[in-house]
C-alpha cells in the first residue's frame, strides 16, 4: 500500500496557506477564495491569483511560518511506523513548497516524498507552478492526477485529507481517512471512509487496509 497525505490541517492542524494570505497578502484575497468555494476557479487557479498578492520575501515568510508550526499529534511517530514497515509516505499538497519544505526540515523528515506547488518570488508576487507526475504544466486536477499515478505504483491506496481540495482524489482512493470538512464533503457524496482525531488514532486504523 502506498499512503497519499495533504498537508494544511492535515498533517498540520492549522492551514499556514491561510494564515500567510491573512497576515501578508496586499489585496482581497478573501474574493479569490470564494470563487473556488463556488467552484469558479480550481484550487490550483485560487492559490495562484492569491499568492501574487504577497510581495514579502521569502526568507521573512518562512521566518513566520516557523513561528507557527501545529504539527498534528502523532505524525513524526507515524513517519517512523511507516517506514519501519515499508509503507510509503507521499504527500501531495496544493499548497506550496517554501513552507511544507521548512516544517518537514523542523520535523527531520526531509525525506518524505513531496509533490507540491514550486514557487518562484518576485518583483510580482510569488508565482506558482503546478506539474504533474509527468513534469507538464497543470492548473487542475494536481492530487488526483498524482493518486493515478500512485496506483501504477502499487494497488492499495490509502487517503488522508481534511478539505475540499482532497475531495476529488479522495473519492477514487482504495481507502480515506478524512478530518475536518471532508467528512462532510464525503458523506454528501455517499463516500465510504474512516474518520481520525490524529496520528496516533491512523496508526492505530492502518491494520483495518492491510
Not at 470563487?35 to 495562484?48: A, I, K, M, P, W
Request: with cysteine; proline share 2%.
Amino acid at each position: 500500500m502506498i499512503i497519499q497525505c495533504d498537508f494544511d490541517g492535515t498533517i498540520t492542524r492549522n492551514n499556514l496557506s491561510v494564515l500567510l494570505r491573512e497576515k501578508y497578502a496586499c489585496g482581497n484575497w478573501r474574493e479569490i477564495d470564494v470563487d473556488y468555494l463556488h467552484g469558479r476557479l480550481t484550487v490550483e487557479q485560487s492559490n495562484q491569483l492569491q499568492f501574487t498578492l504577497i510581495k514579502e520575501p521569502k526568507e521573512k515568510l518562512q521566518e513566520f511560518v516557523c513561528q507557527h508550526i501545529k504539527v498534528r499529534p502523532g505524525f513524526v511517530k507515524f513517519a517512523s511506523h511507516c517506514r519501519k514497515n515499508g509503507i510509503p509516505i507521499v504527500i501531495v499538497s496544493s499548497g506550496l513548497d517554501f513552507y511544507i519544505k521548512e516544517v518537514l526540515n523542523y520535523l527531520a523528515l526531509s525525506d518524505l516524498e513531496l509533490h507540491c506547488g514550486q514557487t518562484y518570488f518576485g518583483k510580482d508576487g510569488i508565482n506558482i507552478t503546478y506539474r504533474d507526475p509527468k513534469g507538464e504544466i497543470i492548473a487542475e486536477g494536481f492530487k488526483r492526477k498524482y493518486l493515478t499515478s500512485l496506483k501504477e505504483r502499487d494497488r492499495s491506496i490509502i487517503y488522508i485529507g481534511d478539505g475540499l481540495s482532497d475531495l476529488e482524489a479522495a473519492c477514487l482512493a482504495d481507502y480515506t481517512l478524512a478530518i475536518g470538512q471532508l467528512l462532510e464533503l464525503l458523506r454528501a457524496e455517499s463516500v465510504s471512509y474512516h474518520s481520525f482525531s490524529d496520528f496516533h488514532d491512523v496508526i492505530r486504523q492502518l491494520h483495518i487496509f492491510e
